[in-house]
T-cell receptor, first 113, second 111 residues
Framework: DAGITQSPRHKVTETGTPVTLRCHQTENHRYMYWYRQDPGHGLRLIHYSYGVKDTDKGEVSDGYSVSRSKTEDFLLTLESATSSQTSVYFC????????????FGPGTRLTVL | GQSLEQPSEVTAVEGAIVQINCTYQTSGFYGLSWYQQHDGGAPTFLSYNALDGLEETGRFSSFLSRSDSYGYLLLQELQMKDSASYFCAVRDTNRDDKIIFGKGTRLHILP
């Protein structure tokens, strides 16, 4: 395993509140990603980072922001949570090696009431 | 829109062989990957095809045909523990090298 942890693992929050999810890796991978997974949609890329302070948008970035101040940490922030952001969020690293292998964290289940 | 298409569900019998297909609509990519995800778990990497042809890893094999924009994952000697969702993925050079996943195929295995 690439040593990826996510916190919290579960969170219930109310509409309109800010939420921050944390991803921590110990493998010194340059690339990190945030995905959301919803039934019928598979894994959809929210944002990704290709280095400290270097981030870019994915296909479903509206309502989300990210920050990467250290190689090992990648934060995902929902600035004002909505019920449509209820989902399972996965962090991943890698994806740029010879075999494109990505390593996924255990996921965070977020419920927005 | 979605660049990778795969069946939403497949059912097979324990001990049998099953093939999960993936078709794609992007002209530039760095090969086709496959991931497995059990219920409640995280996706885990299974295989990668950079070139056309068949790659074998134990009971699992993966195939790619760039000319047909098509690939598949072949699972042999199915075991109940193979019940999971399977995703194909590409790193799309037409989308800033972003990694794009299919919607996944749920594999049901009958005893």
């Amino acid at each position: 395993d690439a040593g990826i942890t996510q916190s919290p693992r579960h969170k219930v929050t109310e509409t309109g509140t800010p939420v921050t999810l944390r991803c921590h890796q110990t493998e010194n991978h340059r690339y990190m990603y945030w995905y959301r997974q919803d039934p019928g949609h598979g894994l959809r890329l929210i944002h990704y980072s290709y280095g400290v302070k270097d981030t870019d948008k994915g296909e479903v970035s509206d309502g989300y922001s990210v920050s990467r101040s250290k190689t090992e940490d990648f934060l995902l922030t929902l600035e004002s949570a909505t019920s449509s952001q209820t989902s399972v969020y996965f962090c991943a690293t890698g994806g740029q090696g010879a075999d494109n292998e990505q390593f996924f964290g255990p996921g965070t289940r977020l419920t927005v009431l | 829109g979605q660049s990778l298409e795969q069946p939403s569900e497949v059912t097979a019998v324990e001990g049998a062989i099953v093939q999960i297909n993936c078709t794609y609509q992007t002209s530039g990519f760095y090969g086709l990957s496959w991931y497995q995800q059990h219920d409640g778990g995280a996706p885990t990497f299974l295989s990668y095809n950079a070139l056309d042809g068949l790659e074998e890893t134990g009971r699992f094999s993966s195939f790619l045909s760039r000319s047909d924009s098509y690939g598949y994952l072949l699972l042999q000697e199915l075991q109940m523990k193979d019940s999971a969702s399977y995703f194909c993925a590409v790193r799309d050079t037409n989308r800033d090298d972003k990694i794009i996943f299919g919607k996944g195929t749920r594999l049901h295995i009958l005893p």
